[in-house]
């Protein structure tokens, strides 16, 4: 896995403009400082986006799940996501998400799964995902020394049988927010994990 590029200032936010508000919601134009110090702007949008469950499977090693750490200016720190991205004029969500897992993390793998289209946050916005399952062969020469395409996008696999624990660890040791979707699929495999006799089971 090749390293991200060594930062040489702490990214943050540096002004945020508001370009149209109404009663609930305003629109703002972020400026931000990256890692290597550069200026760069953000603004909110309606999009259609595709985010990557991708498992990590490879010979004598726990199956990981492939996730994604970066300095999100909103937020104003860094991010636990899955890899995603906007889904390109004409293309369909699987090829959409095999471009942005190759771009964000260097491995190539095979969609396994896609689920309908869903809303991210209705309350707030008309954005949209989907989201795309892959398995990726650790054991193919491609995928054992994969090199990623994008800046500042640091790579992290987490073992899936202690996702939601790693998960928790990695909250307390750095200032770190996590995806909400991350979290609850945490929740998910760590119920799956229980064994039966570990589940409460409710009287009647």
Same mark, same amino acid.
């Given at each position: 896995? !090749?390293?991200?590029?060594? *930062? ?11 370009? @149209? !508000? ?21 603004? =909110?949008?309606?999009? $259609? !986006?595709?985010?990557?469950? =991708? ?8 199956? +990981? ?11 104003? +720190? +860094? ?13 369909? =969500?699987?090829? @959409? =998400? ?8 260097? %491995? ?10 869903? +809303?991210?946050?209705?309350?707030? *916005? ?9 398995? $990726? ?42 995806? !909400?979707?991350? %979290?609850? %699929? ?5 119920? @799956? ?12």
């Amino acid at each position: 896995m !090749s390293s991200p590029p060594k *930062s040489t200032t702490i990214p943050n936010v540096v002004k945020e403009e508001v370009i @149209a !508000s109404g009663k609930w919601l305003k629109l703002e134009k972020t400026t931000y400082v990256d890692p290597v110090g550069n200026t760069r702007y953000g603004t =909110a949008q309606s999009s $259609i !986006s595709v985010g990557i469950i =991708a498992l990590l499977k490879r010979t004598l090693h726990k199956d +990981c799940v492939v996730m994604v750490k970066q300095f999100r200016p909103p937020i104003g +720190c +860094c991010t636990l996501e899955f890899p995603a991205g906007l889904i390109d004029e004409g293309e369909c =969500a699987e090829i @959409a =998400a095999l471009r942005e897992l190759k771009e964000e993390t260097g %491995y190539k793998g095979e969609v396994v799964g896609v689920t309908p289209v869903t +809303c991210l946050d209705p309350g707030l *916005s008309n954005c949209t995902t989907q989201i795309v399952m892959v398995n $990726i062969n650790g054991d193919d020469l491609e995928n054992t020394n994969p090199t990623q395409q994008l800046e500042f996008v640091e790579v992290l696999l987490l073992p899936l049988d202690e996702f939601q624990r790693e998960i928790d660890d990695l909250m307390k040791k750095e200032k770190i927010v996590v995806d !909400s979707k991350v %979290y609850i %699929y945490g929740m998910g495999m760590s119920q @799956a994990f229980f064994k039966p006799n570990e589940l409460r089971v409710l009287k009647q």
